[in-house]
């Protein structure tokens, strides 16, 4: 059976199926997708700033909302690492940033809580004067699985990298169909954004997920079938290319599909507590020279206290599908002691596809503080035990500084 015509039949079955289903707002995203991070800042502007300059804006952009149906936001997000260790002739610290301007305008939204909506977002990542990124930093350090400064590039060139129509059917599911941020929804996942708690790659994308370009045409859908099992499928153009808007590449057929089904207590808590199995398959790309791919991937996440979240996640890899890591394994939590304030602390695992890489293994810990609430400052520090590129190193450090400033 050709795997990707089940993906797309089940993207169609789950959006006329989701058309049967109303309750709440849509949750086919996870915390990094553009309503997830809109409906956060406005959370974050409930709380009233010092600057009366910003509260005339804070107040400006609400009105706005309510009367137009017209959301954005301003994101900047900067990291800046220092390493203890790195390869001969390699500089160990490096700094770089994710510009984003992000924006959602409801078309409708009826009675019963259909809505449709039109999401996109402009980004940019890039480096700070001379400094290398420190996703390069990781490669310097000889990490290979568990990149220490994942997504914090310097060649993301300034791109359209989002824009899609989102249908929602409240509390039930959804659907989104255009260009697409693929991390947003594949293994969608309470600690899977760049603005939360961790840095390395083990816990921001599972390093057993196969990837393609920020901004790929594309389909998901999600949707809950009862109130306890939610199942979703999805499929990505698999050339494209992260800050670069090129369709030609769609003449190749060459596509990401996946499939999945997740377990919740109640559909209230699906954010929080959940158990989640992901399988994909990643075609051979001629383009590149890179061959199919296959794997599966699972994360469960519960809220014990409200202070307090422990989560786990594991994948596996088989083929090629331009994926490295054979399996990896990560488990961590989140403690929030007060208010604005969250301490976070995980422990991951890799298995190189190489057999003659040793595994690699990473422990964060991260302190995350909301000052304003257009200010969040998180200073975090990681260490890397058998970076398998650096086999003359067993271990190491770096020690960081992330800012994020939302307007």
């Avoid at 449709?116 to 350090?141: D, K, T, Y």
């Avoid at 959940?274 to 469960?300: E, F, I, N, P």
């Avoid at 422990?363 to 998180?378: D, G």
Wanted: with cysteine; aromatic share 12%; hydrophobic share 40%.
């Amino acid at each position: 059976m050709n795997f990707k015509r089940v993906v797309i039949g089940s993207c169609f079955t789950l959006v006329y199926f989701s058309s049967l289903l109303y309750g709440a707002e849509a949750m086919i995203e996870g915390p990094d997708g553009v309503t997830s991070q809109l409906v956060a800042r406005e959370a974050q502007e409930t709380d009233k700033p010092q600057i009366s300059m910003m509260q005339s804006y804070y107040a400006w952009k609400k009105e706005l909302r309510e009367e137009s149906g017209l959301s954005f936001g301003i994101q900047a997000i900067m990291l800046y690492q220092q390493a203890g260790d790195t390869l001969a002739d390699r500089e160990d610290n490096g700094a770089s940033g994710i510009f984003r301007f992000s924006g959602s305008y409801k078309v409708f939204e009826r009675d019963n809580g259909h809505l449709g909506r039109i999401e996109w977002r402009v980004e940019n990542r890039s480096g700070f004067g001379s400094l290398q990124s420190p996703s390069n930093l990781s490669g310097a350090i000889g990490m290979h699985s568990l990149n220490s400064g994942f997504a914090y590039s310097d060649n993301f060139d300034t791109d359209l990298s989002v824009i899609n129509w989102t249908q929602g059917f409240i509390d039930r599911g959804g659907f989104a169909i255009g260009r697409l941020s693929f991390d947003v929804y594949l293994d969608a996942f309470m600690f899977q954004t760049y603005s939360r708690a961790f840095i390395t790659r083990s816990f921001v994308f599972n390093p057993t997920l196969p990837t393609t370009g920020v901004g790929a045409l594309g389909l998901v859908a999600k949707g809950f079938v009862t109130d306890n099992i939610l199942i979703g499928a999805q499929i990505y153009e698999a050339n494209a290319v992260s800050g670069e808007f090129d369709i030609d590449t769609l003449k190749e057929n060459e596509w990401l599909k996946a499939v999945e089904v997740a377990w919740t207590p109640a559909i209230s808590r699906y954010k929080l507590d959940r158990v989640q199995l992901t399988y994909w398959h990643k075609d051979a790309r001629d383009l590149v020279g890179a061959g199919a791919g296959s794997g599966w991937a699972v994360s469960a996440s519960h809220q014990v206290t409200e202070q307090f979240i422990p989560f786990v996640r594991f994948g596996h890899s088989t083929g090629d599908g331009g994926v490295t890591t054979k399996s990896a394994l990560s488990t961590g939590f989140e403690y929030s002691p007060w208010k604005n304030h969250a301490w976070s602390l995980g422990a991951g695992w890799a298995e190189p596809k190489q057999s003659e890489l040793r595994d690699e293994y990473v422990f964060e810990t991260s302190y995350r503080v909301q000052v304003t609430p257009s200010i969040n400052l998180m200073p975090d520090l990681q260490y890397l035990i058998d970076p398998a590129n650096n086999p003359e190193l067993d271990s190491t450090w770096t020690a960081g500084l992330r800012c994020i400033l939302t307007l």
